[in-house]
T-cell receptor, first 112, second 111 residues
Framework: QKEVEQNSGPLSVPEGAIASLNCTYS??????FFWYRQYSGKSPELIMS????GDKEDGRFTAQLNKASQYVSLLIRDSQPSDSATYLC????????????FGSGTRLQVQP | NAGVTQTPKFRILKIGQSMTLQCTQD?????MYWYRQDPGMGLKLIYY???????DKGEVPNGYNVSRSTTEDFPLRLELAAPSQTSVYFC??????????FGPGTRLLVL
């Protein structure tokens, strides 16, 4: 079964610190990778997408992809209390359908 | 531009009842999806559609049915509700890009 694995957390970091969120996936043929943020009781919203090995930066967020090691990570610099949420990793795996496989999410708590 | 809308926001069903969860998108997206999310878990794909008239099963389709008569609408039908279907249901859509845009969700409680 093709899977996406995340540490459920909670990951607790002080305000202003760097939060590092990790995700591994089982399908070596996966090509598209996404990070979604989900506040409690709300729907997921896209933070970043990444398709190529290396880093992709957008403001305080950096996504890192290593296809050889089958992991993707999200770094949040200068973490703010408003970043406290669950972060979902999603991967478009080679399942024969254009759909995402989601990890169970990592809960991030940013302490003021 | 409302994006993806879902109704109802919350519903309580008795075991054995049926209902339809509505989903509409105004972005002219071809791809639409239904997910369920159980507490503390990720999203599981129930059904998806690649265009009007075309639907296919996802990971957890049992107990559900869908139809896609128009590009905009993708209703999810629950027949004979069971307690195991208590969950939050999200509808999503995507266009040429793979990015999926989610509706606000429907919280369903089956008692």
């Amino acid at each position: 079964q093709k899977e996406v694995e995340q540490n459920s957390g909670p990951l607790s970091v002080p305000e202003g610190a760097i939060a590092s969120l990790n995700c591994t996936y089982s399908d070596r043929g996966s090509q598209s990778f996404f990070w979604y943020r989900q506040y409690s009781g709300k729907s997921p919203e896209l933070i970043m997408s990444i398709y190529s090995n290396g880093d992709k930066e957008d403001g305080r967020f950096t996504a890192q992809l290593n296809k050889a090691s089958q992991y993707v990570s999200l770094l949040i610099r200068d973490s703010q209390p408003s970043d406290s949420a669950t972060y979902l990793c999603a991967v478009n795996m080679n399942t024969g359908r254009r759909a995402l496989t989601f990890g169970s999410g990592t809960r991030l708590q940013v302490q003021p | 531009n409302a994006g993806v809308t879902q109704t109802p926001k919350f519903r309580i069903l008795k075991i054995g009842q049926s209902m339809t969860l509505q989903c509409t998108q105004d972005m002219n997206h071809n791809y639409m999806y239904w997910y369920r999310q159980d507490p503390g878990m990720g999203l599981k794909l129930i059904y998806y559609s690649v265009g009007a008239g075309i639907t296919d099963k996802g990971e957890v389709p049992n107990g559900y049915n869908v139809s896609r008569s128009t590009t905009e609408d993708f209703p999810l039908r629950l027949e004979l509700a069971a307690p195991s279907q208590t969950s939050v249901y999200f509808c999503a859509s995507s266009g040429a890009e793979e990015t999926q845009y989610f509706g606000p969700g429907t919280r369903l409680l089956v008692l």
